[in-house]
């Protein structure tokens, strides 16, 4: 058995059951496993990834070793680890994984595995690789997942420091209007159901921050009878989200109406004491942003006289006025991950992503760089191949005409 730090070798039946059932609904990246298993674009070339370890990531791990490549995986979300997914990993499929849920990832092991590629969530890996200067010097390049992560790295980029080329994921068209809306939207609301067994309908519901993780969150929670209400610091989303139907106020306001708040901002000390202090008692609070910054748990804490678990993933926090605040799953992003079938199409750009650029090895500058737009059609029109869906193309005499008027003609 290869190196790895997983719960338990005998949940691997039943992990790998799981990553059958949705590799199902992963028909875009089912049709690059059976590409790759032919022309082999990664043979002899390492690499590592700190992502969540579900179905959906499992799946991809398994294309990229189908494509030759020797993997390494660490949990990016420790919460969201499947302790049956990481066993399968190790003994059906033989991917040095470790994931334990709960446990906080060793990214040590991934800057130590000296890998060719990075594939990242978060930018966790790269700090690590970073923090290792003369390793990640040598790494061809990587992806990243998140806006975060894409914030960070520019970062590296303002200073200089960025040390291979990186591809934002996150940008491509295939994964923020379907993934972020339809993903994030469904699995948080999912994920607060879960844990609560709240009935959202007539409740007043807080998202803040209506990117398109906001959006998707905002139109689940309505469709379920909830009566959203939006935050935002941008006047244009604002202006949209009030146009979309949703009452739309700062969270000053929205502190003492809401019963359930969900962030999605990506940002620091979105919920601060002054929220706190207005809140009814009873108020749930979730974060579906990437890291467990977005609400101020640490002075939440000291604001308490005493803190229990409710349920599973559920804490409640007894303030010393007599109310009761509840947050769910640590303030770290929550939810157990996003539908196979929308994966499929961000999964589908990482791989296609590292293929590019293994073939454009030495000819990328330290930089952060969009998806190829090529790969991006690609994945949306393999998408629709596989839902039965035929589309028009473009006549000779329509292409003619449409470069005639770009040209002033």
């Given at each position: 058995?290869?190196?790895?730090?997983?719960?338990?070798?005998?949940?691997?039946?039943?992990?790998?059951?799981?990553?059958?059932?949705?590799?199902?609904?992963?028909?875009?990246?089912?049709?690059?496993?059976?590409?790759?298993?032919?022309?082999?674009?990664?043979?002899?070339?390492?690499?590592?990834?700190?992502?969540?370890?579900?179905?959906?990531?499992?799946?991809?791990?398994?294309?990229?070793?189908?494509?030759?490549?020797?993997?390494?995986?660490?949990?990016?979300?420790?919460?969201?680890?499947?302790?049956?997914?990481?066993?399968?990993?190790?003994?059906?499929?033989?991917?040095?994984?470790?994931?334990?849920?709960?446990?906080?990832?060793?990214?040590?092991?991934?800057?130590?595995?000296?890998?060719?590629?990075?594939?990242?969530?978060?930018?966790?890996?790269?700090?690590?690789?970073?923090?290792?200067?003369?390793?990640?010097?040598?790494?061809?390049?990587?992806?990243?997942?998140?806006?975060?992560?894409?914030?960070?790295?520019?970062?590296?980029?303002?200073?200089?420091?960025?040390?291979?080329?990186?591809?934002?994921?996150?940008?491509?068209?295939?994964?923020?209007?379907?993934?972020?809306?339809?993903?994030?939207?469904?699995?948080?609301?999912?994920?607060?159901?879960?844990?609560?067994?709240?009935?959202?309908?007539?409740?007043?519901?807080?998202?803040?921050?209506?990117?398109?993780?906001?959006?998707?969150?905002?139109?689940?929670?309505?469709?379920?009878?909830?009566?959203?209400?939006?935050?935002?610091?941008?006047?244009?989303?604002?202006?949209?989200?009030?146009?979309?139907?949703?009452?739309?106020?700062?969270?000053?306001?929205?502190?003492?109406?809401?019963?359930?708040?969900?962030?999605?901002?990506?940002?620091?000390?979105?919920?601060?004491?002054?929220?706190?202090?207005?809140?009814?008692?009873?108020?749930?609070?979730?974060?579906?942003?990437?890291?467990?910054?977005?609400?101020?748990?640490?002075?939440?804490?000291?604001?308490?006289?005493?803190?229990?678990?409710?349920?599973?993933?559920?804490?409640?926090?007894?303030?010393?006025?007599?109310?009761?605040?509840?947050?769910?799953?640590?303030?770290?992003?929550?939810?157990?991950?996003?539908?196979?079938?929308?994966?499929?199409?961000?999964?589908?750009?990482?791989?296609?992503?590292?293929?590019?650029?293994?073939?454009?090895?030495?000819?990328?500058?330290?930089?952060?760089?969009?998806?190829?737009?090529a790969i991006d059609r690609e994945v949306a029109r393999m998408k629709?191949?596989?839902?039965?869906?035929?589309?028009?193309?473009?006549?000779?005499?329509?292409?003619?005409?449409?470069?005639?008027?770009?040209?002033?003609g």
């Amino acid at each position: 058995m290869v190196d790895c730090d997983i719960r338990d070798p005998a949940l691997a039946e039943a992990g790998k059951r799981r990553i059958d059932w949705a590799f199902q609904s992963m028909p875009v990246l089912q049709f690059i496993r059976k590409q790759f298993i032919k022309t082999q674009p990664l043979a002899g070339l390492r690499i590592a990834a700190c992502l969540p370890v579900t179905t959906e990531t499992a799946n991809l791990m398994v294309t990229l070793r189908d494509a030759g490549a020797q993997l390494t995986l660490c949990a990016s979300n420790p919460l969201a680890t499947q302790d049956d997914v990481a066993a399968s990993l190790v003994s059906d499929f033989n991917i040095s994984t470790y994931a334990q849920k709960g446990e906080p990832a060793n990214l040590s092991l991934l800057a130590d595995s000296q890998p060719d590629l990075a594939v990242d969530s978060g930018y966790q890996l790269a700090h690590a690789l970073h923090a290792l200067g003369h390793r990640a010097a040598e790494i061809i390049g990587g992806t990243e997942d998140s806006v975060q992560g894409e914030s960070q790295l520019k970062t590296l980029v303002a200073a200089g420091t960025l040390a291979y080329p990186v591809v934002s994921v996150h940008d491509a068209t295939t994964q923020h209007f379907f993934d972020n809306r339809y993903g994030t939207g469904q699995s948080t609301i999912d994920g607060v159901l879960r844990a609560t067994n709240i009935l959202l309908a007539g409740m007043n519901l807080v998202v803040s921050g209506y990117g398109w993780c906001g959006r998707g969150v905002a139109s689940r929670a309505r469709g379920l009878g909830a009566n959203v209400i939006v935050t935002e610091i941008d006047p244009i989303k604002a202006l949209e989200a009030l146009m979309d139907g949703y009452r739309v106020m700062s969270m000053g306001e929205a502190a003492a109406l809401g019963d359930v708040f969900i962030t999605v901002t990506g940002n620091k000390s979105v919920i601060t004491r002054e929220h706190f202090d207005k809140m009814k008692s009873g108020a749930i609070l979730c974060n579906s942003g990437h890291f467990n910054v977005e609400i101020d748990l640490e002075t939440l804490g000291k604001m308490a006289s005493a803190r229990r678990a409710m349920r599973e993933s559920v804490e409640e926090f007894a303030l010393r006025d007599g109310r009761r605040l509840y947050v769910l799953g640590e303030g770290r992003l929550f939810s157990e991950g996003h539908p196979a079938s929308v994966m499929d199409m961000s999964f589908a750009n990482h791989a296609l992503c590292i293929q590019y650029l293994v073939a454009n090895r030495g000819k990328l500058e330290k930089g952060v760089f969009p998806v190829p737009e090529a790969i991006d059609r690609e994945v949306a029109r393999m998408k629709l191949d596989s839902m039965g869906v035929k589309i028009d193309r473009l006549t000779p005499e329509q292409e003619r005409y449409l470069d005639g008027r770009s040209a002033g003609g």
